[in-house]
C-alpha cells in the first residue's frame, strides 16, 4: 500500500488538479490513500483572512471571502469535466464554504478570534481542496471518497493551531475507517493537516501538517512507502539557485531528512518523520511534474556510501544573532533555561545555540522577523534582575548549515569546513554542532552565505555524481 500526498502548486489549477488524477490512475493496481493539502497558496490567504478579521476589518475580510469562494470554484470547474460530478462536489463545497463565510464574519463583528475559530477557518483549505481531488479522482474512474483529517481517524490534543495527534488513539480510529475502503478498492481522499478532538472540535497541526497526516496514516496502516509529491524532484546537496551543480541525493536517512527540513530544503513539519522512522517506512519526495525521476528515498539505511560523509549544506539567510553577556551568568545554574524560555515566550524559535565555556555569555540564532521581539522581552525580563547583564543583537549574518550523518565520529569534518572557509578570508561568528553530530551549523557575514555554501559544496564535492 502507498500513501500519496499532494498539495500546493501540484493542486494549483484544474489542469493541475486532473494530472494529478492522472498520477493516481497510474497506480492503480496498488492499495492507495491520498492525502491533499490546500491549494497553493490558500493557507497563507486563510491566515490573512483570520488576521484581517480579528481586527474587525469587515470590508477586506468581504473582499478575501469572495476571492476565496472564487477561486476554489474556478479550480472546480476545470478540474472536472462533467457537469453532474461537479455539482455532487459543489454540495461538498458549500457547508464549508458558508462556515468559512459566518466565522469570518462574527469575528470581524466581534473584532476577536479564539484559536479554535481561527482552526475552523484555517482548516478550510484542505476541507476544500480533497473533495475537488476526490471529484477528479472519480472522473478518471477510479472510486474515491472524500474524508476529513477526523473522519480518517486523526484524533487531536486541543492545543489549536498546533495540536498534536494522540497517536495511539489516532492509529486504531484510522486502520478502522481506511482499512475497510482501501481493501474494498476505495481510495480514501484525506484532507491534511486537520483533526479534531475528542470534543469534537476541528484543529490544525501546524504549518506543513498535511505531510504529517500522511505519515501518520501510513504508519496506522503499515504502507509499504509514503510519496510525498511537490513541484521540485526531491532533497537537494544545495539549493541550485545558489549552486548551479548541486545534485538530487537519491538516498538520506531519516536524520538527515529532519536536519535538512530544520534548515530549509524542504519546509517539512517537524513530526513528520517520526512516525514512520519508528517502522522504518520510507518517506519518497517526488516531483509532480516530473514523474520519471524516482525522487529521494527518505530511510533507515545510513551512510550507503562510506565516503560521503556531509551530504548537503544549506543556507539560511534571514536570521539574526543575540547575545546574552553578563558576569552574574557565570556559575549560576538555571541562567540558560530561564533565557530559553523568555525568547520562547517571546514567539521566536532558536535555531542554533552556544556558549562559551567561561559561561559569561550565550549565543543565540533566530530568525530576523522576530529577533527585536526577542530582544525586547530578554531587555525587560533581565536587565531588571541586576548582575548587569547585556543583550546584543547582529542582524547582518547568515547560517550555514552543513548536514550529514556520516560526520558523526568522522573526525576532521569541522577542521575541513572551517579551513576551507578561513582559506577565503570569510569570518565566523558564531559556531554551533548538535550532539547529534550530523550537523556543524555556523554563522557568517551576510555578504559571504552564498559564496560559503557554495565553497562547502566544492570542498566536499557534492556534485560529484559517483556518490549517491
Ligand atoms: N496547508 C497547510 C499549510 O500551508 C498544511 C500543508 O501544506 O501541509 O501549512
Ligand atoms: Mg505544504
Redesign the pocket.
Known sequence: MLVFKF??TSVKDGKRVRHVAKLVEANRKKHLVVVC??LDGV?DELIHLSEDASKGAERVVEERLRKLRISHEKVLRDALRKEQSRRRVARLLSPTLNQLERTARGAATLRELTPRSKDLILSS??RLSAPIVAGALSEVGLKADYLTGGEAGVITDDNFGDAMPLVETSKLQIRQTLDPMVESGTIPVVA??IGLTQAGDLTTLG?????FTATLIASALMADEVWIWSDVDGLMTADPRIVKHARLLKQVSYAEAGEMAVFGAKAL?PRTLEPVAELGIPVRFRNTFNPRNEGTVVSAKTNVDSRRVVKSVALIGDVAIITVSGASMVGKPGSAARIFDVVAKSGSNILMISQSVSESNIGMVVKRATAQKAVNALEIALLGEGGLKQVLLEDDVSAIAVIGGGMRGTPGIAAKVFGAVSSRGINVRMIAQGSSEQNISFCVDQKDGKQTVALIHSVFELDDKSQG
Open positions: 498539495g500546493g493539502s490546500a493557507t483549505g484542505e491534511g493537516y504549518r506543513g501538517g498535511s505531510d513539519h
